[in-house]
C-alpha cells in the first residue's frame, strides 16, 4: 500500500506565508510526478503545481511568483513554499504523486487526504 500525508496546513494573514510538506510511503519503486491541487468553498479541484522527478516544475497563474514547489526524490517528499498569500488561496489543498510500485507495470496516482489552509484576518 502507499500513503501520502500532508502536514503544513493552518490559518495565516493575509500576505503572509506558510509551507506545506507531503510524504510518501509504503509500496514504492519509483515517483514521477508530485505535486498540489487545492479545493476552495464552493469550487472545483485545481491544479496548483507539480514537479518532476527531475525538477521540472509547473505552475497555476494564479500562484506564478508566489508559490515555489520543491521535492526530495531521496526522502518521497514534496513540498509547497507560499508567500503572499490572500483569501483567494483559502482552500483544502491535496498533495498527489504520479508513482511506480514495480520495475515493469504502469504508474498509478495516489493522494493526500487533505490539508486545509485558511488565508483570513
Known amino acids: 500500500q502507499v500513503q501520502l500525508v500532508e502536514s503544513g496546513g493552518g490559518l495565516v494573514q493575509p500576505g503572509g506565508s506558510l509551507s506545506l510538506s507531503c510524504a510518501a510511503s509504503?509500496?514504492?519503486?519509483?515517483?514521477?510526478?508530485m505535486g498540489w491541487y487545492r479545493q476552495g468553498p464552493g469550487r472545483q479541484r485545481e491544479l496548483v503545481a507539480t514537479?518532476?522527478?527531475?525538477?521540472?516544475?509547473n505552475y497555476a497563474e494564479a500562484v506564478k511568483g508566489r508559490f515555489t514547489i520543491s521535492r526530495d526524490n531521496a526522502k518521497n517528499t514534496v513540498n509547497l513554499q507560499m508567500n503572499s498569500l490572500n483569501a483567494e488561496d483559502t482552500a483544502v489543498y491535496y498533495c498527489?504523486?504520479?508513482?511506480?510500485?514495480?520495475?515493469?507495470?504502469?504508474?498509478?496516482?495516489?493522494w493526500g487526504q487533505g490539508t486545509q489552509v485558511t488565508v483570513s484576518s
Open positions: 498527489y504523486a504520479v508513482l511506480s510500485q514495480r520495475l515493469i507495470g504502469a504508474a498509478n496516482t495516489y
Open positions: 509504503g509500496s514504492i519503486f519509483v515517483i514521477n510526478a
Open positions: 514537479i518532476t522527478r527531475g525538477g521540472v516544475t
